[in-house]
């Protein structure tokens, strides 16, 4: 009795071992592969966050050169009145081409008297570095226009298009209505000339 009490207890110590050292496997196993899913989702989401960075930076960049031209614009003070502001960011769409060198943006406006939906449309020039979302990038912006939402008195509020791009103020002291005498051209010297 003693015997098999003594065989049963090593047989049943052996296969426990053997399950033991399988379970110790599959954990190294479960444990490295759960390692490598944590270190593939913390790097997708650092992706996407540092992308989210970048796109913001682009909007501020553009929204903030084509406040400065609606600021300026006597057509959009006109219509909305003064001050006009920046409506919130989570109402602007943007849309960003050609390696981060042409963006498409679209964001709303405020002023006293209606708002507005002001589109354009910018290029850049130069180089991207890795941390490109960190400075300031300078925007050209191509075309510019409001589609602008004015309340009236008389019945329906009026929608008027303002293309703010081509609107220039003229600079103070220069009479843009007097035409430019054209240059004539310098007369090359010959030999006829320089004796």
Same mark, same amino acid.
């Given at each position: 009795?003693?015997?098999?009490?003594?065989?049963?207890?090593?047989?049943?110590?052996? /296969?426990? +071992?053997? *399950?033991?050292?399988?379970? !110790?496997?599959? @954990? $190294?196993?479960?444990?490295?592969?759960?390692?490598?899913?944590?270190?593939?989702?913390?790097?997708?989401?650092?992706?996407?966050?540092?992308?989210?960075?970048?796109?913001?930076?682009?909007?501020?960049?553009?929204?903030?050169?084509?406040?400065?031209?609606?600021?300026?614009?006597?057509?959009?003070?006109?219509?909305?009145?003064?001050?006009?502001?920046?409506?919130?960011?989570?109402?602007?769409?943007?849309?960003?081409?050609?390696?981060?060198? /042409?963006? +498409?943006? *679209?964001?709303?406006?405020? !002023?006293?008297? @209606? $708002?507005?939906?002001?589109?354009?449309?910018?290029?850049?020039?130069?180089?991207?570095?890795?941390?490109?979302?960190?400075?300031?990038?300078?925007?050209?912006?191509?075309?510019?226009?409001?589609?602008?939402?004015?309340?009236?008195?008389?019945?329906?509020?009026?929608?008027?298009?303002?293309?703010?791009?081509?609107?220039?103020?003229?600079?103070?002291?220069?009479?843009?209505?007097?035409?430019?005498?054209?240059?004539?051209?310098?007369?090359?010297?010959?030999?006829?000339?320089?004796?």
């Amino acid at each position: 009795m003693f015997a098999r009490r003594l065989t049963s207890s090593i047989f049943k110590g052996s /296969s426990t +071992s053997s *399950s033991s050292d399988k379970t !110790g496997k599959a @954990g $190294t196993l479960g444990s490295f592969g759960r390692k490598a899913v944590s270190f593939v989702l913390i790097t997708v989401t650092g992706g996407v966050a540092l992308s989210a960075l970048d796109d913001l930076s682009i909007y501020r960049g553009c929204s903030s050169k084509a406040m400065e031209k609606v600021i300026n614009s006597k057509a959009m003070i006109e219509a909305i009145g003064e001050p006009i502001e920046k409506g919130p960011w989570y109402s602007a769409s943007l849309a960003v081409s050609h390696q981060r060198h /042409s963006v +498409s943006c *679209s964001f709303p406006v405020i !002023g006293p008297q @209606g $708002t507005g939906i002001l589109h354009l449309k910018a290029v850049r020039d130069g180089e991207d570095s890795l941390l490109g979302f960190l400075k300031q990038r300078d925007w050209d912006i191509l075309m510019m226009d409001a589609l602008v939402h004015v309340p009236s008195n008389d019945g329906p509020q009026q929608t008027l298009r303002i293309n703010i791009s081509n609107m220039v103020d003229p600079s103070p002291g220069i009479d843009n209505n007097k035409p430019s005498e054209p240059q004539k051209p310098e007369r090359a010297k010959t030999r006829e000339n320089a004796v």
